[in-house]
Nanobody
Framework: QVQLVESGGGLVQSGDSLTLACEFFGGAFYDYTMGWFRQAPGREREFVAAIRGSGGTPYYTDSVKGRFTISRDNAKNTVYLQMNSLKPEDTAVYYC?????????????WGQGTQVTVSS
């Protein structure tokens, strides 16, 4: 069973930087596309960034392009989200997600989430 554990959240000021980490357990990490989602109070969960198992060009939602960077270290079974120039609008619970495509369909796993709060 795959398990994801996020860390690195906290309370920061507008303009600060923060790095989130998601450690992967229970499977072949390199087979999984990894992503970050976030959910603010009263809002729907939204996609933030994703990166394929072997790396390559990451995908980002428009609101974080140029500020956030997703990366992965397959030797450490960990995916990261480097967040720069943080804004109050970035305040949310950030969730790590792992996806794998098999012949019968896609299986997804979610982490427990880590809180990021950005004050103005």
């Amino acid at each position: 069973q795959v398990q994801l554990v996020e860390s690195g959240g906290g309370l920061v000021q507008s303009g600060d930087s923060l790095t989130l980490a998601c450690e992967f357990f229970g499977g072949a990490f390199y087979d999984y596309t990894m992503g970050w989602f976030r959910q603010a109070p009263g809002r729907e969960r939204e996609f933030v960034a994703a990166i394929r198992g072997s790396g390559g060009t990451p995908y980002y939602t428009d609101s974080v392009k140029g500020r956030f960077t997703i990366s992965r270290d397959n030797a450490k079974n960990t995916v990261y989200l480097q967040m720069n120039s943080l804004k109050p609008e970035d305040t949310a619970v950030y969730y790590c997600k792992a996806d794998i495509i098999r012949a019968y369909g896609t299986t997804a796993y979610w982490g427990q989430g880590t809180q990021v709060t950005v004050s103005s």
